[in-house]
């Protein structure tokens, strides 16, 4: 695709299920990231895979959030568990190159996601 | 570790004129490069500019240009005859860490 596509754009799930993100990387790109952003805040690092390895997973908040990507392309943000403290919108931004941010990371529109 | 720091939360600007939105950073690295996103309401992120640590010369992209002073570790984004489409939050960011952001508002 011509851009960095995510999916669900919108989930609402029940306190305590489990839930995955997607994240479709613009083709070619080796770097992608993962973000988490609260309601008018600012984005929250979550994870940095370069090719199918994390080589920075610092910012996953506890052992219910995990991530994988396969095939060097899509990755997939898996939360267990869900609270209502991760009631948020999840980005997933992609770029060429991954080591020091030297290059411009594209943004997919978010998955907002709601725990009820 | 890299750290960025938005000391604006909120900033207010007059259309037409210029406004000023501060960035501070810190990182052990020698050469690196620092960009400015905005995020309008419609969420999508967009580059406004970027700047390589190891160029003197401040980037300018038409209306937007950076202060960069590396001594001092700061990176100021600089917004000249603003636009209402230019509404958004700016976020400072130093390898792929953000800032806190600070939401411009223009007042028409």
């Known amino acids: 695709g011509a851009g960095v596509s995510q999916s669900p754009s919108n989930k609402v799930t029940e306190k305590g299920k489990d839930v995955e993100l997607r994240c479709d990387p613009i083709?070619?790109?080796?770097?992608l990231y993962w973000y988490r952003q609260s309601l008018g805040q600012g984005l929250e690092f979550l994870i940095y895979?370069?090719?199918?390895?994390?080589?920075?997973k610092s910012g996953l908040p506890s052992d219910r959030f995990s991530a994988e990507r396969t095939g060097g392309s899509v990755s997939t943000l898996t939360i267990q568990r869900t609270q209502q403290e991760d009631s948020a919108v999840y980005l997933c931004a992609s770029s060429l190159v991954g080591t020091g941010g030297r290059t411009e990371a594209f943004f997919g529109q978010g998955t907002r996601l709601t725990v009820v | 570790a890299q750290t960025v720091t938005q000391s604006q939360p909120e900033m207010s600007v007059q259309e037409a004129e210029t406004v000023t939105l501060s960035c501070t950073y810190d990182?052990?690295?020698?050469?690196?490069?620092l960009f400015w996103y905005k995020q309008p309401p419609s969420r999508q992120m967009i580059l406004v500019i970027r700047q390589e640590a190891y160029k003197q010369q401040n980037a300018t992209e038409n209306r937007f240009s950076v202060n960069f002073q590396k001594a001092a570790k700061s990176f100021s984004l600089k917004i000249s005859d603003s636009q209402l489409g230019d509404a958004a939050m700016y976020f400072c960011v130093l390898d792929m860490r953000f800032g806190a952001g600070t939401r411009l508002t223009v007042k028409p």
């Open positions: 990182t052990s690295e020698s050469d690196y490069y």
């Open positions: 895979f370069q090719g199918n390895s994390a080589p920075d």
């Open positions: 083709s070619g790109h080796t770097a």
